[in-house]
């Protein structure tokens, strides 16, 4: 089936610092990506969706100076939190949309922790 | 607009009894409906769909979901719960009509079954 992987699968940083989790569709292409938030028992909350080549769409309230968005190949996205803080503390999860079967797949998640 | 309601955050079964997990939708036109899975720390996983056709669809680890238009429900079950099925299941909604291939999902529904 197809795979979707999420780099690194845990990161510890400080505050203030920046944070890049990188998403690859391992064996397909995907022109489209999600990226989403998870709160500690709660559901996803999309904050972004990107195609490749163009600019991200942030939804509502999801700064995009903070979370810089980059969709530069088929099977690469990335998601850099810039100048981190605690309360961005979050499980962030990438969901990549197979452009032939038109079908979402899941990334497993990176839990982010600053301190 | 569409929305997806799990009304249930918790679900507590005991081994072997059949388990339900219930999820209603709302959509302007018609419904393309997923269960997915997580389990701790992990992204989510595909269960099963219904896109159109048999109102009983079958997917993963036994589960199958059964979709009623009349109620607009879509609940998920299976006849003989295992503990290994202890985990966080979401419900989510796409309008085939709306043009958007977002998906909502709704809050999740932790599943707990007892040995």
């Known amino acids: 089936g197809a795979v979707v992987s999420q780099h690194p699968s845990w990161v510890i940083c400080k505050s203030g610092t920046s944070v890049k989790i990188e998403c690859r569709s391992l064996?397909?292409?995907?022109?489209?990506m999600f990226w989403y938030r998870q709160f500690p028992k709660q559901s996803l909350m999309l904050m972004a969706t990107?195609?490749?080549?163009?600019?991200?769409?942030?939804e509502q309230g999801v700064e995009k100076d903070k979370f810089l968005i980059n969709h530069a190949s088929l099977t690469l996205s990335t998601l850099t939190v810039t100048s981190a803080h605690p309360e961005d503390s979050s499980f962030y999860i990438c969901?990549?949309?197979?452009?032939?079967?038109?079908?979402?797949?899941f990334g497993p998640g990176t839990r982010l922790t600053v301190t | 607009a569409q929305s997806v309601a799990q009304p249930e955050d918790q679900v507590n079964v005991a081994e072997g009894n059949p388990l339900t997990v219930k999820c209603t939708y709302s959509v302007s036109g018609n419904p393309y409906l997923f269960w997915y899975v997580q389990y701790p720390n992990r992204g989510l996983q595909f269960l099963l769909k219904y896109i159109t056709g048999d109102n009983l669809v079958k997917g993963s680890y036994g589960f199958e979901a059964e979709f009623n238009k009349s109620q607009t429900s879509f609940h998920l079950k299976k006849p003989s719960a295992l503990v290994s099925d202890s985990a966080l299941y979401f419900c989510?909604?796409?309008?085939?009509?709306?043009?958007?291939?977002?998906?909502?999902f709704g809050r999740g529904t932790s599943l707990i079954v007892h040995p």
């Open positions: 064996d397909f292409q995907a022109t489209t």
């Open positions: 969901s990549a949309r197979d452009s032939g079967r038109g079908e979402q797949y």
């Open positions: 989510a909604v796409r309008d085939m009509s709306g043009g958007s291939y977002i998906p909502t």
């Open positions: 990107s195609n490749e080549g163009s600019k991200a769409t942030y």
